[in-house]
């Protein structure tokens, strides 16, 4: 099993640009998550998908949309990027929340 | 809102020294989760208390759990190069089964 993928690992953006970060579990987990880590900060929930077919915001929503496109994958777009964006961005899932399982993250830089 | 407080949030230790980190939480918890991030990582599901005043051990981490369910300690015996990372705790958001807020985490460093 892979457990929790991510793509891409690495990006850079100029600001206003979009781009959608992928997440896929393998582990036939009903919840996925979205979270950003900042220095200082911590981890701050964006989305979350308590199963197929259903999102709620988090913490921190404002200038992102998600897609769960089915159980296995969970997708972050930034419709149009801005430097306060730049952060690591982890997927999560679980099987008896909140236990969560985490993917090995995207470090987005927007310029 | 909800808040968990960690403290400290950096602990430098000699490798061998032992290395303990405190979580607070402003309301009472249902359960609490330990997870830590190896630098450059992603961070790892370590354990959940779920009873008041639990301990559990493993290998050389003890982890416990506040006779009021408010508060969590992870301990580190003899500390090892391995042991480096930032530890968060994590607990549920109070009304939802599916949210955590996380500690900020305390950076453990290792002098060899």
């Known amino acids: 099993n892979a457990g929790v993928t991510q793509t891409p690992k690495f990006q850079v953006l100029k600001t206003g640009q979009s781009m959608t970060l992928q997440c896929a579990q393998d582990?036939?987990?009903?919840?996925m998550y979205w979270y950003r880590q900042d220095p200082g900060m911590g981890l701050r929930l964006i989305y979350y998908s308590a199963s197929e077919g259903t999102t709620d915001k988090g913490e921190v929503p404002n200038g992102y949309n998600v897609s769960r496109l089915n159980k296995r994958e969970f997708s972050l777009r930034l419709e149009s990027a801005a430097p306060s964006q730049t952060s690591v961005y982890f997927c999560?899932?679980?099987?008896?929340?909140?236990?969560?399982?985490f993917g090995p993250g995207t470090r987005l830089l927007v310029l | 809102g909800q808040q968990v407080m960690q403290i400290p949030q950096y602990q430098h230790v000699q490798e061998g020294e032992d290395f303990t980190t405190y979580c607070n939480s402003s309301t009472t918890l249902s359960n609490i989760q330990w997870y830590k991030q190896r630098p450059g990582g992603h961070p790892v599901f370590l354990i959940q208390?779920?009873?008041?005043?639990e301990v559990k051990k493993q290998k050389r981490l003890t982890f416990q759990f506040g006779e009021a369910k408010k508060n969590s300690s992870l301990h580190i015996t003899a500390t090892q190069t391995t042991d480096v990372g930032t530890y968060f705790c994590?607990?549920?958001?109070?009304?939802?089964?599916?949210?955590?807020?996380f500690g900020k985490g305390t950076l453990l460093t290792v002098n060899p």
């Open positions: 994590a607990g549920p958001v109070k009304g939802s089964n599916y949210k955590l807020t």
């Open positions: 208390l779920v009873k008041s005043g």
């Open positions: 999560a899932s679980s099987v008896e929340p909140p236990t969560q399982y």
């Open positions: 582990m036939n987990h009903n919840s």
